[in-house]
């Protein structure tokens, strides 16, 4: 075979080793850049045990509140500290008493279902608790907007995996303290708040226009210089 029919065979030969070598030092640089990066640190920290506790309580507080909302009242009480359960006199006592509290102040037409957030979480080795902050809203005919702000008590004995809860605003302070003898001496409960937003923007908006009036009557008067 002559030189001439040789030389493109060569070329397509040094084409491929040529490929090949450029593949092989790609794989190998991109191996580096890897193993650089898990070095350094930019691959996301595992979550604490607060960001994990914190996250599963409102998601199990999230679903009691809308089984509360949507009146599904074995999920609700499946959410339920046991205790609460106890002491209303099982599951059939237990129901009766959320039920009627939940008919007595029935959800308007219009009306979504609570907003929640955290108001305080804390771990005591043994057991986790945790308050969140309930935040009602609806319109009434008369006095505009309405928010009420209540409470859910909630205690985990797994590290924050599950929760259960009780809701300060069905019981009074005496029996809460038989429900839940082991809450933290700590957690601070809040009282509920009934907020008519509406009134209370009129009634700042009043303030401010009053008080720009009295700061007009005080403002000195420039003399002619005439």
Known sequence: MCAQSLYPMIQT?????????FTCLFSLVHAQEQ?????????PLPESDTAIATRQALRFADSLVKAEFYADWLTYMTLTN??????????????EHVVTLHYRN???PDEKPEKISLNTIMNDIETWQCVVEKDREYIDQSRGKVKILTYLVGESTDNGSTWKFVDASQNTL????????????TLGIPESKTIYVDEVAAQEAAKQEQAAQAAAKKKPVKKSTK
């Open 82 to 95: 046991p205790s609460a359960v106890k002491y209303y006199g099982g599951k059939d006592g237990f129901k």
């Open 13 to 21: 030969t040094k084409c491929i080793i040529t490929c090949a070598l």
């Open 35 to 43: 193993s650089t990066t898990s070095a350094t640190g930019d691959q």
């Open 106 to 108: 029935e959800p308007k």
């Open 174 to 185: 005496e029996n809460f303290n038989i429900i839940m003898p082991t809450v933290f001496g």
